[in-house]
């Protein structure tokens, strides 16, 4: 009896396989490759192939295969994993790429110089290339063509339903920002705000719009316990980017997609989603995040910030006082001087003298702790409304109108506008309440309470609300007053 021929004996092949699902920003898993792709190794061990690895990405389209993260390793000239298989084995073209003809030939020519075979399943050992006689020759070229064609194909129908979906104000895709959860089903889907979103969103916000610095705002939500969107820690960064974001004012942005084509950047689409934001704060947040110190790095590189940075003054001239280290151990807070050419006084003092004497100071403050409470007015209500209306200027040129169409609006957004502050002169004022805070037992919080349950950066933070300055006296003894900025102020 004559044994089978296996028109694949005695060569190694991997396989140009694709993953089961694309992973998730932030996820490490490898997902398992499409069950076509083992039928491929199956196929081509029946052949007589022997199978050596597997280079599967979710990437592919028209990306070359030495732009992928999982088979460039394979097919890099300079590696060394090109030594150890003689073909590449794939269900379908497409697996190699859907790129056009010139794409093609980059590949063919990588192919011939490396001494590999191409290999698509197939009858008889498959459609290979090189090929072996003229039936290989033009199925390889028909196969290729049609790998393009279909990837056009797919793109085409992709952007038109996007550009169906947008055009009905649905959900297209896209990142789901932190807050939010996709809601409704496949070709109906919109964004939805989850409890999450609802309770820390404007706490963010709000923290941004005071001024506190991004880093500060991402510890504070790890020590919370909030978990971001993607990753597991928060930084400076995704805070910034939920700033920016229109999304929480209640406009998810995407790009217009005209005959087929994406405009990015040049028309822009809105879809209507509940905000978690009012505008006067989405505004008021972004302009803090606009004027916000730009340089380099501020602060301690190796070691903890200082206690009183950015709270402490020179009693002498009032300028701002630094934290300084000195022929490594002693360390002293010193003036600073003014800008735009600062010269201290020469006003010093051990960094340890002072923090304990605020120290004290705050752990003998019986001072009760007060909070200002907004009680809205009409006025509220029409700056809200100006408010979007300015959102609505400030994105004006990226709505792909027409410049007569631009201008038009413009110009009706301003006319609205103008009517709506002519009614702020009659409306009943907004105000604010300060009142106490309470404890769980009904009796007022005090300062001295407040600085003994917060760690250093809480501490930091509650100096923010005092002026602290320091000089010494005739007699070299320290003067250290500790004013509250709250305490003669009628708003926050």
């Given at each position: 009896?004559?044994?089978?021929?296996?028109?694949?004996?005695?060569?190694?092949?991997?396989?140009?396989?694709?993953?089961?699902?694309?992973?998730?920003?932030?996820?490490?898993?490898?997902?398992?490759?499409?069950?076509?792709?083992?039928?491929?190794?199956?196929?081509?061990?029946?052949?007589?192939?022997?199978?050596?690895?597997?280079?599967?990405?979710?990437?592919?389209?028209?990306?070359?295969?030495?732009?992928?993260?999982?088979?460039?390793?394979?097919?890099?000239?300079?590696?060394?994993?090109?030594?150890?298989?003689?073909?590449?084995?794939?269900?379908?073209?497409?697996?190699?790429?859907?790129?056009?003809?010139?794409?093609?030939?980059?590949?063919?020519?990588?192919?011939?110089?490396?001494?590999?075979?191409?290999?698509?399943?197939?009858?008889?050992?498959?459609?290979?290339?090189?090929?072996?006689?003229?039936?290989?020759?033009?199925?390889?070229?028909?196969?290729?063509?049609?790998?393009?064609?279909?990837?056009?194909?797919?793109?085409?129908?992709?952007?038109?339903?996007?550009?169906?979906?947008?055009?009905?104000?649905?959900?297209?895709?896209?990142?789901?920002?932190?807050?939010?959860?996709?809601?409704?089903?496949?070709?109906?889907?919109?964004?939805?705000?989850?409890?999450?979103?609802?309770?820390?969103?404007?706490?963010?916000?709000?923290?941004?719009?005071?001024?506190?610095?991004?880093?500060?705002?991402?510890?504070?939500?790890?020590?919370?316990?909030?978990?971001?969107?993607?990753?597991?820690?928060?930084?400076?960064?995704?805070?910034?980017?939920?700033?920016?974001?229109?999304?929480?004012?209640?406009?998810?942005?995407?790009?217009?997609?005209?005959?087929?084509?994406?405009?990015?950047?040049?028309?822009?689409?809105?879809?209507?989603?509940?905000?978690?934001?009012?505008?006067?704060?989405?505004?008021?947040?972004?302009?803090?995040?606009?004027?916000a110190p730009r340089g380099g790095r501020r602060g301690p590189k190796n070691w903890q910030p200082a206690l009183l940075t950015g709270t402490l003054f020179c009693g002498n001239c009032g300028a701002p006082m630094y934290r300084l280290k000195v022929r490594g151990e002693y360390v002293y807070y010193r003036c600073h001087g003014h800008l735009p050419q600062p010269r201290g006084c020469g006003t010093l003092v051990t960094e340890s003298l002072l923090d304990s004497i605020v120290d004290e100071?705050?752990?003998?403050?019986?001072?009760?702790?007060?909070?200002?409470?907004?009680?809205?007015?009409?006025?509220?209500?029409?700056?809200?409304?100006?408010?979007?209306?300015?959102?609505?200027?400030?994105?004006?040129?990226?709505?792909?109108?027409?410049?007569?169409?631009?201008?038009?609006?413009?110009?009706?957004?301003?006319?609205?506008?103008?009517?709506?502050?002519?009614?702020?002169?009659?409306?009943?004022?907004?105000?604010?309440?300060?009142?106490?805070?309470?404890?769980?037992?009904?009796?007022?919080?005090?300062?001295?309470?407040?600085?003994?349950?917060?760690?250093?950066?809480?501490?930091?933070?509650?100096?923010?609300?005092?002026?602290?300055?320091?000089?010494?006296?005739?007699?070299?003894?320290?003067?250290?007053?500790?004013?509250?900025?709250?305490?003669?102020?009628?708003?926050?």
């Open positions: 009896m004559s044994t089978p021929k296996q028109p694949l004996a005695g060569i190694r092949f991997i396989v140009a396989a694709r993953q089961s699902r694309k992973p998730r920003a932030g996820e490490k898993v490898e997902f398992p490759i499409e069950a076509q792709d083992g039928r491929a190794r199956s196929w081509a061990e029946a052949e007589g192939g022997e199978c050596v690895g597997l280079a599967a990405d979710f990437k592919s389209g028209t990306v070359a295969p030495w732009d992928r993260p999982h088979t460039r390793e394979w097919v890099s000239e300079t590696g060394e994993k090109i030594h150890d298989y003689d073909a590449i084995v794939a269900t379908k073209t497409d697996r190699i790429s859907r790129g056009k003809d010139e794409d093609f030939s980059t590949i063919e020519a990588w192919a011939v110089r490396n001494q590999k075979k191409i290999i698509i399943v197939g009858p008889d050992g498959g459609i290979q290339y090189p090929a072996r006689h003229d039936s290989d020759f033009w199925q390889w070229t028909a196969t290729k063509r049609q790998a393009r064609l279909e990837w056009e194909s797919i793109r085409e129908r992709s952007m038109s339903r996007q550009a169906d979906l947008r055009a009905r104000g649905k959900l297209s895709g896209g990142a789901t920002p932190f807050g939010y959860d996709v809601s409704g089903t496949k070709y109906d889907k919109t964004l939805k705000p989850n409890d999450i979103g609802r309770e820390w969103v404007p706490q963010i916000f709000e923290r941004v719009k005071k001024g506190e610095p991004l880093a500060a705002i991402a510890k504070w939500l790890d020590s919370e316990g909030v978990k971001p969107r993607f990753g597991q820690k928060w930084s400076a960064k995704s805070i910034a980017q939920i700033i920016r974001n229109h999304t929480y004012v209640g406009q998810r942005k995407a790009d217009e997609i005209v005959n087929g084509k994406r405009l990015r950047g040049q028309g822009v689409i809105r879809i209507e989603v509940e905000p978690l934001v009012e505008p006067t704060l989405w505004l008021a947040a972004n302009n803090r995040l606009d004027n100071s705050m752990r003998a403050n019986d001072m009760w702790v007060y909070e200002w409470t907004f009680e809205p007015g009409e006025e509220a209500q029409i700056q809200a409304e100006i408010d979007r209306i300015r959102l609505n200027l400030r994105d004006l040129p990226t709505s792909g109108l027409s410049d007569d169409d631009e201008d038009a609006e413009r110009e009706r957004l301003r006319a609205v506008r103008r009517e709506l502050e002519s009614q702020i002169a009659d409306a009943r004022p907004d105000r604010w309440e300060k009142g106490v805070v309470l404890k769980d037992d009904r009796t007022p919080l005090t300062e001295a309470e407040r600085w003994k349950n917060a760690d250093l950066d809480g501490r930091r933070l509650l100096l923010r609300e005092y002026r602290v300055t320091f000089a010494w006296s005739e007699e070299r003894t320290p003067i250290v007053t500790m004013a509250p900025l709250w305490a003669v102020s009628e708003t926050p």
